[in-house]
């Protein structure tokens, strides 16, 4: 059992991987379809099998009158996910990841002729109790594709800094490009709470940036995760 109840008032930090530590995104169109289900299943409407189509066909202004949650950051790794979430209805939490969970799988076994459960048990959350948490944390998972081309970036060791910049820019699986004005998949995401803290997309690049080149980033990753 969950040693908190999920509040409308608070902020969130969700993520989950794949059973057994395995890849859950295979290619560009499972991380779209997971990135789709994002918008799509955040409402209080039941979950349906939706004809999978690129989310950009949502269009970036229509907005869901009636969302289960506001995601305000995310980022989608081969074998995990990360998402920083505020409830906006009671149990909303809940359904949403019930039904994100539930259609992915489905998605994922159909696709690729496998059965039985995909995701590492039921989700892990972190509520953000303190304020220096949550200036941390988006950054955390912003950052988190490092992973891919630098293993040891946690460990405040990056080779190359020119190159792990490019690569953040250029990593479409999270909500990184929508904070610094490269629109990316702006439909998704609740962007207002969090530009108060980074300020501007220019700012917020520039601190990224000011985080790599000093290697300041044990403060970030020691309240955080997954192992």
């Known amino acids: 059992m ?13 993520y989950n991987r794949g059973v057994e530590k395995r890849t859950i995104f295979l290619n560009d169109e499972d991380y779209y379809r997971f990135i789709h289900n ?3 299943f955040n409402n209080e409407a039941p979950a349906e099998n939706v004809y999978y189509r690129k989310l950009y066909e949502v269009g970036p202004h229509k907005i869901n009158k009636a969302q289960l949650v506001k995601i305000h950051a995310f980022c989608l790794m081969p074998n995990h996910f990360h998402l920083l ?17 539930t259609g992915y799988a489905m998605y994922f076994n159909q696709k690729y002729q496998r059965v039985g459960g995909l995701f590492q048990g039921r989700f892990k959350a972190v509520r953000v ?18 992973g891919l081309i630098e293993s040891e970036w946690k460990k405040n060791e990056i080779k190359d800094i020119n190159k792990v910049i490019e690569f953040l820019e250029s990593y479409r699986w999270s909500s990184y490009l929508d904070y610094i ?15 108060e803290l980074i300020e501007s997309p220019e700012k917020y690049k520039k601190n990224i940036i000011e985080w790599l080149k000093e290697k300041n980033l044990t403060d970030i990753t020691s309240s955080v995760l997954l192992d």
């Open 129 to 146: 109790e303190r304020n220096e948490h949550l200036s941390y944390l988006h950054y955390y998972i912003h950052l988190n594709p490092l």
């Open 181 to 195: 004005g490269k629109k990316n998949f702006p439909s998704v995401i609740n962007k207002e709470f969090l530009l």
């Open 38 to 40: 994002l918008y799509e």
């Open 85 to 101: 979430l505020r409830q906006t209805k009671d149990n909303g939490i809940q359904t949403f990841m019930k039904k994100i969970g």
């Open 2 to 14: 969950r040693k908190f109840k999920f509040e409308n008032t608070s902020i969130y930090h969700l």
